[in-house]
């Protein structure tokens, strides 16, 4: 009995044991909880304890602690902690690579030294006394971190407390080595996010100082090679084609003979692939599969094995580029330089969008100093196609409740018209805000579905044009996209600002137009009242030289009537012509007094527009075969003219087009009111038109392309029309179609106060 069972002072032994191992877990586990919390617990502090606890649950052994890196397969000698007998490391006392150690990591269980015949103990450790050892791996999540050696220096095996008690232990150091590695690593990855930080902060400063886009490039970089340890790298762009890659910049050490030339996209390279597929290329071994057959070396007197290539992506999904990195070292680039580089493609990206945004408004600038409104209108239509990446866009101008087409590259008619409420264009405009649609194939508000259909637009931004002055917008600038590459217009303000820019400078194109034909009419009217004034006073002096001679003929013929009464008598003939002389006289006088009331200065005062043009329809004296349809005019509201001169213009327009029409037809007048306080007016009729190259020239005093002047008319035509209009503080203007036929003059007013 006494050989078996415990004695009583065995079994306290054992209880103390036990309870001094479980208040070592509890300050072992404080311990793991604070390691790099408090700056004071540090892993080695915690295995330390967790080795010290484990001698005393073994009394008498010594114990060993080493860390063990799975990566590289091996321990760690530097992380050895040690206590007992062999505190100090003894040279050649490693783990072996075959040892109880690397069969315990490998196994993922604990090894006894009597029960492994194949494996001896340490020598080393059997020479300083080690009789037997327990190596417990330390395992945490599959993960294999470290090992403990327990070493006996007694002939007995562990009891199965003591291997109960350890295993506790074990499970401690492997969680302090595994929580210790963890903090190591978060605490490595906010440095290295923290300089990457700072270092993307200085290539921002970098990027924002220099004017050139090559300095920009070479500047991104220079930092793209210090963040990576890459040994060279390239900014190959899109050319305008989209066909190639074009070398912008080339940075790196060691470069010879750089194969500069363009890249096609659709070709055997890396940067090809990148840029036809959009998405990176982190390639660890250029030797290796599919790779191996579409790697073109930058230089072929350098051996590269790694390369890092990143597609340039705009705001409005446009491929702008790649950006290519290269190594001579296998892997030698990882998923955060990627991640970083393409931060600094978005740098490059922004840089290339701005600097072409300013070459762009630069253009337009000098064009609207030397230029006409309709080619700057042109070019800014261009220009948003090229900055967003669109398939077309167009300028929409108010016209009254409808919005004419004043600008297109694709698709669209010159002159085509939308309305203005119920439109996509005329939302922009109502609402005073950008207005984007998802699919303009369907969409209700984009009335030339078939437009979209042929030339595959999808995804379309409109922007108002607003005057300068904030007042009422004056019209539309409208992108259209289309393809599969196409970016939404709705996720990106970049867009919207590019956009919003052209359209005022459409605005600044427009107003400056409008400023012009004011300043030109201007002229015009002082030109046209000067002439007047000039005329009336030699028309003054001309009717008074008039009616002391021709004012005589009357007298004269009343005299021989009264003296010479038989004369006449006998003789009718003399006596009907010096009645016709008398009559002649009497109407040369009238039709000189009636012409010379046009050259006396104008009185302007509130006008009915439909009065004018009755009046006119009641006195042009058309032709049975001609019908006047009129249209909006009683809803007009009064122009500052003169009632009489407006209605000779209107009368002359009527007579002008009954002409054209030879004597049958249909003339149709309407009338609008435009954003900007003007009454505009349309005359058309039905006749053959007028050819583009006789519009200016019809408003000439001397043309006479169509038929004579009527008997009673002036005789002047259409510049009589022009002038008294330029007086009245108005214009006129001609359209015409000679395919189809008809000709619409456009009389445009300022609206009374």
Known sequence: MHGVAPSVNETLDADARLLDALSSLNRIGATVNRIGSDGLSSVETTLRLIAESATKVVPGASAVIYAYDEALGAFD???????????????????????????????????????????????????????????????????????????LHEERRFSQLELLMLDNFVNQAAMAIYHARQITQH????????????????????????????????????????????????????????????????????????????LPINGTSVMGWVAEHRQPACIPDLRAEPWAHVYYPLDSDLQMRSELAVPLIGASNRLEGVLNLESPRVGAFDEAHSHLLQTLATQAVIAIQEVRLLDALQTVAERLLTQPCQPVLERLVELACDLLNAAASAIWIVDGEELLLEASNAGFQHAARLPLRGSLAGQAILERRPVTAEDVRVDPGFSRADLAQAHDWRQALVVPILANDDREPVGAFSVYRGGPHAG????????????????????????????????????????????????????????????????????????????????????????????????????????????????????????????????????????????????????????????????????????NAADAMQAGGLIAI????????????????????????????????????????????????????????????????????????????????????
């Open 77 to 151: 000698a530097a992380s050895r902690v040690s206590v007992g007998e062999w505190v100090a490391p003894v040279p050649g006392d490693e783990p072996r690579p075959d040892g109880l150690g690397m069969r315990a990591i490998r196994q993922r269980r604990r090894v006894l030294s009597y029960e492994e015949t194949d494996v001896d103990v340490h020598p080393v450790k059997v020479e300083a006394g080690a009789r037997a050892v327990a190596c417990f791996p330390l395992v945490v999540a599959q993960q294999a971190v470290g090992a403990l050696y327990v070493y």
């Open 187 to 262: 605490e490595e990855e906010l440095a290295r996010k923290k300089d990457e930080l700072l270092r993307l902060r200085r290539a921002g400063l970098l990027i924002s100082s220099r004017s050139r886009l090559e300095d920009t490039l070479e500047a991104i970089l220079q930092m793209a090679l210090e963040v990576t340890n890459a040994r060279y790298g390239i900014f190959r762009l899109v050319d305008k084609s989209g066909r190639s890659l074009v070398t912008r910049a080339v940075a790196g050490a060691d470069l010879n003979r750089p194969l500069v030339e363009a």
């Open 488 to 655: 939404a217009f709705a996720e990106s303000e970049w867009d919207k600002k590019v956009l919003t820019c052209l359209a005022y400078d459409a605005a600044l194109a427009l107003h400056n137009a409008a400023r012009q034909e004011a300043l030109q009419a201007a002229q015009e009217q002082r030109a046209v009242a000067e002439t007047f004034a000039a005329v009336g006073d030699i028309a003054a002096n001309l009717l008074h030289h008039l009616n002391n001679k021709v004012g005589t003929i009357p007298v004269r013929i009343q005299g021989i009537q009264d003296k010479c009464q038989a004369t006449l008598l006998a003789d009718p003939y003399l006596m009907s012509n010096l009645a016709e002389i008398e009559r002649s006289a009497a109407q040369a006088m009238a039709a000189m007094r009636e012409g010379l009331l046009q050259l006396h200065p104008i009185q302007l005062a509130p006008v009915r527009v439909a009065d004018c043009i009755a009046a006119a329809i009641a006195t042009a004296g058309l032709p049975d075969g001609v019908q006047v349809h009129c249209e909006g005019l009683d809803e007009l509201p009064p122009v500052r003219a003169a009632q009489r001169s407006l209605t000779l213009v209107f009368q002359n327009l009527l007579q």
């Open 670 to 753: 309407r009338g609008s009111v435009t954003a900007g306080r003007q009454v505009k007016v349309a005359v058309s009729d039905s006749g053959p038109g007028i050819s583009p190259e006789l519009y200016d020239r019809i408003f000439e005093f001397s043309y006479s392309g169509r038929a004579p002047a009527r008997p009673g008319r002036l005789g002047f035509g259409l510049w009589w029309v022009k002038t008294l209009m330029a007086r009245l503080g108005g214009s006129v203007a001609v359209e015409s179609d000679t395919r189809r036929g008809g000709t619409t003059f456009w009389l445009t007013l300022p609206q009374a106060e």
